[in-house]
């Protein structure tokens, strides 16, 4: 049914994400379908990665790992912005379609009074993407 | 750490100075947690350090005002005349040091590595730099300035009854000689808005972007200090150069916000006869910091870059309008008159020691110089963060050359015209107009008076906006330690606190005191200028020439 499953992944926060990436996992074993790791990052040096190009080593590393824990395939894909904590959700928009993904799952927090005045990226991602989204709660 | 930035253009290191190869991790002083409903990511010592001590002058300002006005206000001016000849020479300094990394092999270094692309076209980057360096200043200044050193050169000099001299024109004035003081006035203006305060900015902004985008150091002030102070920038030394800059960056703002208001708030009155007084002022912050808010919540590309595109394209159409129904002949003769007189004049209005024209030296000269070099930190970081992807060579061009040159035109378009109306038609309406009206006296000379005095005040109040939305950016990166991904909820904080703190001062006083104290920080950091020469350098020569 799906082919490719895009998975948006925070590296610095990837402990937190176990959950939705083993239902992507899961979900990509089921239906035979790749999964996309997209990272969204900056080019100044930040907590991860001092350059663009170490970024994205670190999320082709990312994916390799997924990989092999979860027993699928999987590509990684970086997208590069100039300030990451606004364009987060135009550039997972942009991954959907450059990535050929039919289907998004990703993690979102359980919302609270702040999703009224910002509302979280996986609330944004489902209301505009064109393609299946799944979002995914903490247990 | 070399090897993984092969690809980005650093060569693998030859000997120990080459590649910075820290073991700080970007962020790891950080606390990340929750604030109520919302995230904050935050670097421990400096987000609380800054925001209290800014409270506590704030606090200062407002419980003890005589005190406070009594010592910022007697501390500026000494600093300003005691240190004049420091911050003459070192201006020069900067000024040379930025002329020869264009001509020198190192000028093909390119920021973010040999590979680097540029992350934005010519338009919106010079837009961007231009809007947060100086754009309201050539609003409030472009007319009022070579009025004024023409009118005190063309006075003449009078020596006071100690033998100091009284006068404030620049050099030897031009007693009664019309012409040669339009030439004296429009270089003295020319020179305290052309390389000199550009070559602040180019420094400051260079040092960041080298440190950051091919040494791998977080984009914060203190990383340009690593070549100096090693691994101890990461600790109270660092925590320490970063607060100051904060500290600068916030009060700048908030004090040219407080004032801003007061000068829009004139116009207004003048153009529409909205009522003087602090409520209005208070609705005019109110309303930029708003818009200021919107533009940051919305980010560098689809907020601060956007509404820079748009003033500069506004203040293009005023230029071009000015310069079209303005004495077009006379400004056209008077552009390249007035940037033969700079350079004529250069040597002289450039000399630190030995000066005669103590008033204009001191209280012009190394007052725009202080003021520019304590703004340094917020342009030159702000720059730093558009600017990856250039050559040394092609910055420096368009950070140094480029916006000296259109600060000419718009000096000679703007204070040309002023002084024409003044010279030939005797009109004395503009010289004779407080600062904040200058602008609006000479465009009511003119035709289509209203339309172009409403977009006066549009550029006025946008400029200001482009300067708040890029500051409240700069001091959110370097209080989340050099993260450009912190939560948003932060910088809409540091931008509703910039408001705030210029409102509680506009209402209780202190504005003037506070910006004093501002302009006093110029001092520390023309030596932290003059060091960052050396980092930058340092840290050219180990790099590859692209």
């Given at each position: 049914?799906?082919?490719?499953?895009?998975?948006?992944?925070?590296?610095?926060?990837?402990?937190?994400?176990?959950?939705?990436?083993?239902?992507?996992?899961?979900?990509?074993?089921?239906?035979?379908?790749?999964?996309?790791?997209?990272?969204?990052?900056?080019?100044?040096?930040?907590?991860?990665?001092?350059?663009?190009?170490?970024?994205?080593?670190?999320?082709?590393?990312?994916?390799?790992?997924?990989?092999?824990?979860?027993?699928?395939?999987?590509?990684a894909h970086p997208v590069i912005t100039h300030?990451?904590?606004?364009?987060?959700?135009?550039?997972?928009?942009?991954?959907?379609?450059?990535?050929?993904?039919?289907?998004?799952?990703m993690a979102s927090h359980i919302p609270n009074v702040a999703d009224r005045l910002w509302p979280s990226n996986g609330g944004t991602i489902a209301a505009r993407a064109a393609v299946s989204v799944m979002v995914v709660r903490p247990r | 750490m070399a090897d993984e930035n092969t690809n980005q253009g650093i060569p693998a290191p030859e000997g120990a100075a080459d590649?910075?190869?820290?073991?700080?991790?970007?962020?790891?002083?950080?606390?990340?947690?929750?604030?109520?409903?919302?995230?904050?990511?935050?670097?421990?010592?400096?987000?609380?350090?800054?925001?209290?001590?800014?409270?506590?002058?704030?606090?200062?300002?407002?419980?003890?005002?005589?005190?406070?006005?009594?010592?910022?206000?007697?501390?500026?001016?000494?600093?300003?005349?005691?240190?004049?000849?420091f911050f003459l020479g070192a201006a020069n300094i900067f000024v040379l040091f930025c002329?020869?990394?264009?001509?020198?092999?190192?000028?093909?270094?390119?920021?973010?590595?040999?590979?680097?692309?540029?992350?934005?076209?010519?338009?919106?980057?010079?837009?961007?730099?231009?809007?947060?360096?100086?754009?309201?200043?050539?609003?409030?200044?472009?007319?009022?300035?070579?009025?004024?050193?023409?009118?005190?050169?063309?006075?003449?000099?009078?020596?006071?009854?100690?033998?100091?001299?009284?006068?404030?024109?620049?050099?030897?004035?031009?007693?009664?000689?019309?012409?040669?003081s339009v030439r004296l006035g429009m270089a003295a203006t020319i020179f305290h808005w052309g390389l000199h305060p550009w070559a602040i900015y180019a420094i400051v902004a260079l040092a960041?972007?080298?440190?950051?985008?091919?040494?791998?150091?977080?984009?914060?002030?203190?990383?340009?200090?690593?070549?100096?102070?090693?691994?101890?920038?990461?600790?109270?030394w660092g925590h320490a150069i970063d607060v100051l800059a904060?500290?600068?960056?916030?009060?700048?703002?908030?004090?040219?916000?407080?004032?801003?208001?007061?000068?829009?708030?004139?116009?207004?009155?003048?153009?529409?006869?909205?009522?003087?007084?602090?409520?209005?002022?208070?609705?005019?912050?109110?309303?930029?910091?708003?818009?200021?808010l919107i533009s940051v919540v919305r980010g560098l590309d689809g907020g601060v870059k956007i509404l820079s595109e748009i003033n500069m394209g506004l203040a293009f159409l005023l230029l071009i309008f000015v310069l079209l129904v303005g004495p077009t002949l006379a400004i056209l003769t008077g552009f390249a008159d007035s940037l033969m007189a700079y350079v004529q004049y250069l040597p002289a209005l450039s000399n630190p020691i030995g000066r005669e024209d103590a008033n204009f030296s001191q209280g012009w000269t190394a007052f725009y110089w202080a003021w520019w070099i304590s703004w340094s930190p917020f342009v030159g970081m702000f720059i730093a963060r558009v600017s990856r992807g250039r050559t040394v060579r092609e910055f420096i061009i368009c950070v140094l050359l480029i916006p000296?040159?259109?600060?000419?035109?718009?000096?000679?378009?703007?204070?040309?015209?002023?002084?024409?109306?003044?010279?030939?038609?005797?009109?004395?309406?503009?010289?004779?107009?407080?600062?904040?009206?200058?602008?609006?006296?000479?465009?009511?000379?003119?035709?289509?008076?209203?339309?172009?005095?409403?977009?006066?005040?549009?550029?006025?109040?946008?400029?200001?906006?482009?300067?708040?939305?890029?500051?409240?950016?700069?001091?959110d990166t370097i209080t989340a330690g050099g993260k450009v991904d912190a939560p948003v909820p932060q910088r809409v904080f540091w931008c509703i606190f910039e408001g705030a703190v210029a409102i509680v001062l506009l209402i209780g006083g202190g504005l003037a005191s506070l910006q004093a104290m501002v302009i006093s920080t110029g001092l520390p950091f023309t030596i932290v200028l003059l060091l960052m020469c050396w980092a930058i350098w340092k840290g050219l020569a180990s790099e590859r020439r692209a």
């Open positions: 049914m799906y082919q490719t499953i895009m998975s948006p992944v925070d590296l610095a926060h990837a402990d937190k994400l176990t959950h939705a990436l083993d239902v992507a996992g899961d979900l990509a074993r089921h239906w035979g379908a790749k999964v996309v790791y997209v990272g969204v990052s900056a080019a100044t040096p930040g907590a991860l990665a001092h350059t663009p190009e170490e970024y994205r080593r670190k999320l082709e590393e990312f994916a390799a790992e997924q990989a092999k824990r979860l027993g699928v395939e999987a590509a300030d990451p904590s606004v364009d987060l959700d135009p550039a997972l928009l942009k991954a959907v379609s450059e990535t050929g993904a039919d289907l998004v799952v | 590649v910075i190869d820290t073991e700080y991790e970007i962020g790891q002083d950080n606390i990340e947690t929750q604030f109520g409903p919302f995230g904050l990511d935050i670097h421990n010592p400096v987000f609380l350090i800054s925001g209290l001590s800014i409270i506590a002058f704030v606090f200062y300002a407002l419980a003890l005002p005589e005190q406070s006005s009594a010592l910022f206000g007697w501390l500026r001016p000494w600093l300003t005349s005691t240190f004049d000849w002329l020869l990394l264009i001509v020198l092999p190192v000028g093909k270094v390119r920021l973010g590595g040999a590979d680097a692309t540029p992350d934005y076209s010519y338009i919106g980057w010079f837009a961007m730099l231009f809007a947060a360096g100086m754009g309201i200043g050539l609003m409030f200044y472009g007319v009022s300035e070579p009025m004024s050193h023409f009118a005190t050169s063309l006075g003449g000099v009078s020596v006071g009854e100690d033998g100091m001299r009284t006068d404030w024109a620049p050099l030897g004035a031009a007693a009664g000689d019309q012409a040669a960041l972007a080298l440190f950051s985008y091919n040494k791998g150091l977080p984009l914060t002030i203190r990383s340009a200090f690593y070549p100096i102070l090693g691994e101890r920038v990461w600790g109270w904060v500290f600068a960056t916030l009060f700048g703002l908030a004090t040219s916000l407080g004032f801003g208001a007061t000068q829009a708030n004139a116009g207004l009155n003048e153009l529409f006869g909205v009522p003087v007084g602090s409520t209005t002022e208070v609705i005019l912050i109110t309303a930029i910091t708003a818009v200021a000296s040159l259109v600060c000419v035109l718009w000096m000679s378009v703007f204070g040309g015209t002023a002084i024409q109306q003044f010279v030939q038609d005797g009109v004395t309406a503009v010289k004779d107009a407080p600062l904040e009206l200058k602008l609006f006296k000479m465009l009511d000379e003119l035709p289509l008076a209203s339309i172009t005095s409403f977009i006066g005040i549009i550029l006025v109040v946008v400029f200001f906006v482009t300067s708040s939305d890029s500051g409240s950016l700069v001091i």
